[in-house]
């Protein structure tokens, strides 16, 4: 299983999710994506004991939070309040504190100018997700933004990516060190387009169409059907929330951002 020992500062490093029913969720994903689970209160989801996402349950009646329920990615930080500093100078803002972990680590959470949130991580005893490209563990992160140049000049301002603009989409590639970690979007249908939302990550699974029946048998939705592409067959999926993420059959399976 390939493991990631550290994450670049702005590679996608860890994601998590809260749902009405953590029981259920619990259930699907590790149905569709082969996770096993801790019974904490924030259920660490792990392959062959390699942490990889989390799950929390959700407290009270918002319909607003509902009706947008979608993963949160984490972006890797070595100094959290430096971080928050850029941000808001690029035209972000930071929502709420940051919070200290335990010894896991410091996060906290902002949105940048479009309307986009994503989570901030600065590791201590967890770098991120343990696993990388393999079945069940994320592959890759993209945004979705009706701004694509807005959304890409935040990015490289606030964690000095490298952009490469993708011929012939409306696609940038964002680098770190030479190295692709995540890219950002300029649209779409049936594609995260708003809030949390606005994040896709992309989980790599054997098979696209066994993802599909699964997702589909287990209560979810089957967003965009499997199809094939130059980075490997994969599919839209929405879990019984309305959560979506992504499940590829990757062409290369290589360290955090490569399989893209």
């Known amino acids: ?18 749902v009405p029913d953590l029981d259920r969720a619990r259930r699907f994903y590790g149905g569709v994506l082969g996770w096993e689970f801790d019974d904490l209160p924030y259920s660490v989801a792990a392959l062959d004991g390699h942490r990889v996402a989390g799950l929390s349950q959700r407290w009270g009646p918002d319909p607003e939070t509902a009706r947008s329920a979608a993963w949160t990615v984490y972006l890797a930080t070595h100094g959290l309040e430096g971080t928050l500093r850029a941000i808001t100078e690029a035209g972000g803002r930071a929502l709420g504190v ?7 680590g410091a996060m906290a959470l902002a949105r940048d100018p479009t309307g986009t949130a994503f989570g901030l991580w600065e590791p201590g005893t967890l770098r991120g997700a343990e696993a990388f490209g393999e079945p069940g563990a994320p592959v890759w992160s993209e945004v979705t933004s009706d701004d694509l140049d807005a959304a890409s000049a935040f990015l490289v301002r606030v964690f000095g990516y490298e952009p490469e603009r993708l011929p012939g989409y409306d696609f940038v590639t964002l680098y770190s060190g030479g190295t692709p970690v995540c890219g950002v979007y300029g649209g779409g249908d049936r594609r995260p387009s708003q809030g949390l939302a606005a994040w896709l990550t992309y989980f790599a699974v054997r098979s696209a169409d066994d993802a599909a029946a699964l997702a589909h048998g287990s209560g979810g939705t089957v967003v965009a059907p499997p199809a094939d592409s130059p980075y490997g067959r994969w599919c839209l999926l929405a879990d019984p929330f309305g959560a979506r993420f992504a499940a590829v059959e990757p062409v290369e399976r290589s360290g955090p951002g490569q399989a893209r």
């Open 98 to 104: 940051p919070q200290d972990i335990g010894d896991l």
């Open 1 to 18: 299983m390939t493991t990631a020992e550290e994450y670049p500062a702005g590679a996608p490093c860890w994601m998590d999710l809260s």
